[in-house]
């Protein structure tokens, strides 16, 4: 399968940016610690999470993005109407579907490629802007980071 990675990145960016702008007023006043783009190419799933501050505080120790699916605003995007439209499942499908046709050799590198991508899109102006209207603690942080090796690809 040929793809072409900027216009993956580009539909992501815009999609995080909306989804981000929807879900600020339901989000409250609260600090939040961690913005995470969590991709599973392998899985063809993408969600978009918040660790608050108080959440973090409450951890006995260093945060685990094994326990991601604990947190309050994880994968606040799953009931968006956009990330069930044409866009968003363009985006998994594409996503899912050069994993699955890569080779054995380079399936590993496809996807390091799409969360290379996540970055790119994570720092993207229109998700940066987007992010800025969201109280954030001292602390804050965007993480992308491979699920299996623990690989944090957002410096």
């Given amino acids: ?71 309050r605003h994880y994968n606040f995007n799953e009931e968006m109407d956009r990330w069930t439209s044409e866009s968003g ?18 399936r590993d590198e496809t996807g390091k490629e799409f969360l290379r991508a996540c970055v790119a899109a994570a720092k993207s102006p229109i998700v940066q802007k987007a992010l800025e209207a969201f109280p954030l603690s001292p602390s804050f942080h965007i993480s992308v980071t491979h699920a299996d090796t623990k690989e944090e690809f957002y410096s």
């Fill in 89 to 106: 499942d363009w985006l998994v499908e594409t996503m899912a579907e050069a994993w699955e046709e890569a080779e054995d050799d380079v």
């Fill in 1 to 71: 399968m040929v793809m072409n990675i900027n216009k993956w990145t580009g539909t992501l960016a815009k999609l995080t940016a909306q989804s981000l702008h929807d879900f600020r007023e339901e989000s409250g006043d609260e600090p939040m610690a961690i913005f995470v783009i969590d991709c599973l190419p392998w899985d063809g799933f993408l969600a978009l999470s918040f660790l608050t501050q108080k959440e973090r505080d409450e951890l006995p120790g260093e945060v685990s993005m094994d326990e991601m699916e604990s947190w």
